[in-house]
């Protein structure tokens, strides 16, 4: 799907909705995803990254996202994070991680080149297309297929923010 404007609003008003209903409970919430980078296609789904303080424990954060209408999901296969979903059809990713971890940092940076570097966010849409035609029912091959351009892009970035 082509970017959609109204995203950074859905994203705000969720942010803001969670962050009500999962009061005492402090989470920096993060836009990520393609749907957090003005031009981007992308799926539907708002990716919101939540960053809990090290030393709490996670079982608080997976309560509250719960009591806020998410399905917990587990990590997903990937260590250091857990996945919530919400919405029919689904609407909201939430990924819910330590601050300051390599999830965090990785989901952050990659955003970040994607907002700031029309060539690099082109040739990332362009390689998004070309894998859906070619997995249109195949997630993992779709994720694997972008795997490589997303190292390679996080390397550049990297290189030139942390000189």
Same mark, same amino acid.
């Given at each position: 799907?082509?970017?959609?404007?109204?995203?950074?609003?859905?994203?705000? @008003?969720?942010?803001? !909705?969670?962050?009500?209903? *999962? +009061?005492?409970?402090? #989470?920096?919430?993060?836009?990520?995803?393609?749907?957090?980078?003005?031009?981007?296609?992308?799926?539907? &789904?708002?990716? *919101?990254?939540?960053?809990?303080? @090290?030393?709490?424990?996670?079982? !608080?954060? *997976? @309560?509250?996202?719960? @009591?806020?209408?998410?399905?917990?999901?587990?990590? +997903?296969? &990937?260590?250091?994070?857990?996945?919530?979903?919400?919405? +029919?059809?689904?609407?909201?990713?939430?990924?819910?991680?330590?601050?300051?971890?390599?999830?965090?940092?990785?989901?952050?940076?990659?955003?970040?080149? #994607?907002?700031?570097?029309?060539?690099?966010?082109?040739?990332?849409?362009?390689?998004?297309?070309?894998?859906?035609?070619?997995?249109?029912?195949?997630?993992?091959?779709? *994720?694997?297929?972008?795997? $490589?351009?997303?190292?390679? $892009?996080?390397?550049?970035?990297?290189?030139?923010?942390?000189?």
């Amino acid at each position: 799907m082509e970017y959609d404007a109204r995203w950074p609003g859905l994203f705000a @008003a969720e942010a803001s !909705r969670i962050a009500s209903v *999962i +009061q005492p409970l402090t #989470l920096v919430l993060e836009h990520v995803g393609s749907t957090a980078v003005p031009g981007l296609a992308a799926k539907p &789904i708002v990716d *919101i990254l939540a960053a809990f303080p @090290a030393g709490d424990p996670v079982s !608080r954060h *997976i @309560a509250g996202l719960c @009591a806020a209408g998410y399905e917990h999901r587990g990590d +997903q296969g &990937i260590p250091g994070r857990e996945f919530f979903r919400r919405g +029919q059809p689904r609407a909201y990713h939430v990924h819910l991680t330590v601050a300051g971890s390599s999830f965090s940092r990785d989901h952050l940076d990659f955003r970040n080149r #994607l907002r700031s570097d029309p060539e690099c966010r082109a040739a990332y849409g362009r390689l998004k297309r070309e894998l859906a035609a070619k997995y249109p029912r195949d997630r993992e091959a779709y *994720i694997e297929g972008k795997s $490589a351009f997303v190292l390679t $892009a996080l390397s550049e970035w990297r290189a030139r923010v942390d000189t």
